[in-house]
């Protein structure tokens, strides 16, 4: 069944338009008033679908827009990336115990997630680096306490050096 709306889909797109030409405070006060964030909180699929079509038909303009966006942006995003792993990073720690050295005590910046049972390069291998690494063993918190412990850049090297 066609509904009234889809019928006259284009006049009533263009009447609103007109609409809001003429009305630019009451759009602004809509806005404001949050009215388009309702609609989106309501009709979650029908706001996706809208702007997956919007993309297909314009990739291009998208693509460069948002190539722009990034490279206007771009030390924003990386600082607002760092702090966001800084923010994993410490949780990771808060789960293993602490944020110091467990051999030696060491409070500072040189510490590293370091793996118990030496099986750092499998995990390097099948979960990736370790930023990969340290979002997997935040959902892993049982897994992380058993083959993770929080060792200084110094004590990590020794270890290292002890085992070759
Ligand atoms: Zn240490």
Not at 99 to 125: M, S
Not at 126 to 152: D, M, R, S, W
């Amino acid at each position: 069944m066609i509904t009234y709306y889809e019928k006259n889909k284009e006049r009533l797109k263009q009447r609103t338009k007109q609409w809001q030409k003429e009305n630019p405070d009451k759009v602004k006060e809509q806005n404001q008033r949050g009215y388009q964030d309702d609609w989106v909180k309501k009709n979650p699929d029908k706001r996706k679908e809208t702007l997956d079509n919007y993309y297909e038909k314009n990739k291009l303009v998208c693509n460069e827009r948002n190539r722009i966006n990034y490279q206007k942006n771009r030390v924003k995003y990386l600082l607002r990336a760092k702090i966001k792993y800084e923010g994993q990073r410490n949780k990771l720690y808060i789960i293993l115990g602490g944020k110091y050295c467990v051999k030696c005590g060491y409070i500072g910046t040189a510490l590293n997630f370091e793996h118990i049972n030496n099986d750092g390069a499998e995990d390097t291998r099948v979960i990736g680096n370790t930023k990969k690494q340290v979002l997997y063993y935040l959902n892993h918190p049982e897994e992380a306490q058993k083959k993770l412990q929080v060792y200084c850049a110094n004590c990590n090297w020794e270890k290292e050096l002890e085992r070759r």
